[in-house]
């Protein structure tokens, strides 16, 4: 049992009748944000769904907070929060009602800082579900999951639809939560500029398979764009670049940053997230 890992995947699969989730392998330190990635359709939901045992696996591993994520999971359950991108509340219920049916399943619950963080939060005890906006909602989940002492979260795509305001106070509010070391953060997202912002690590799935795992920086320097006009798109470049984009004024895509080197005479720049994901993801469909 590592205790510096609080969550780690070996060789996940998960098929389907048009999808497969192929040997998902990814580890996440204690103390750090992990942002996983992909275009839609790349097997993120499928993967929280399989971490949290809503989905079984066909094979593999998974391990929770150094234990086998079945055989522990009443016990790990106590210690993790989910955030989804839609609330799982009772819409007519109001946020004490909400607080008094969660309450009693979590031994660590602790209704003074939950009143604490619903204070800070701005949500009153009154308002029903309903009457809660995306974003209310949203710092609801979170105000949950703070007050039973969850060491890990798992957010699946939380930030969608939020104003950018929001968003950036939600964040703010990620950050705080590990700044103690001891707790960690599963972020699926397809806003990467929030990853860009707050993650320690990557993870990159692609139709079901992961492109990368690691820290982000290593992510950032693993490619360039490249960009050129038409003439100098060679067949040897044709062999190489990933994910080409190409109009009648020019070309881009992506080359590995050990083959950087055959194409000094181009222009080649740090790739975003996006466009990372764009290119890998137009590659699949070849």
């Not at 604490?116 to 105000?143: D, V």
């Not at 700044?179 to 993650?199: P, Y």
């Not at 990159?204 to 764009?225: C, F, S």
Request: net charge negative.
């Amino acid at each position: 049992m590592n205790n510096n890992v609080y969550l780690k995947l070996e060789n996940v699969k998960k098929s389907f009748a048009n999808f497969e989730l192929d040997n998902v392998s990814f580890s996440l330190p204690k103390g750090y944000i992990m942002g996983l990635i992909g275009s839609n359709g790349a097997g993120k939901t499928t993967t929280i769904k399989l971490i949290l045992n809503m989905l079984d696996i066909e094979n593999g591993n998974i391990e929770i907070l150094g234990k086998d994520y079945k055989e522990n999971e009443k016990e790990i359950k106590q210690n993790i929060g989910v955030v989804f991108d839609s609330n799982f509340f009772v819409d007519t219920w109001t946020i004490k009602e909400t607080e008094q049916a969660l309450s009693v399943f979590y031994h660590e619950w602790n209704n003074e800082k939950f009143r604490l963080i619903l204070k800070r939060f701005g949500l009153p005890l009154s308002k029903k579900i309903n009457e809660l906006s995306r974003g209310m909602q949203m710092k609801l989940m979170l105000a949950c999951a703070f007050s039973h002492n969850a060491k890990l979260l798992i957010l699946d795509e939380p930030t969608s639809g939020l104003d950018p305001a929001t968003r950036n106070e939600f964040l703010e509010i990620l950050q705080e939560f590990i700044q103690d070391g001891e707790k960690s953060v599963l972020f699926s997202t397809h806003i990467t500029t929030d990853l860009e912002r707050i993650t320690d690590y990557i993870t990159y799935l692609e139709n079901g398979r992961v492109i990368y795992t690691g820290d982000m920086d290593g992510l950032m320097q693993k490619y360039y764009l490249i960009k050129g006009e038409p003439a100098k798109l060679t067949n040897e470049l044709k062999k190489d670049i990933l994910g080409i984009r190409s109009t009648t004024i020019g070309f881009e895509g992506l080359v590995e940053t050990k083959l950087a080197h055959k194409y000094k005479g181009y222009i080649l720049d740090v790739p975003t997230i996006d466009d990372i994901i764009i290119c890998m993801s137009k590659e699949g469909k070849k």
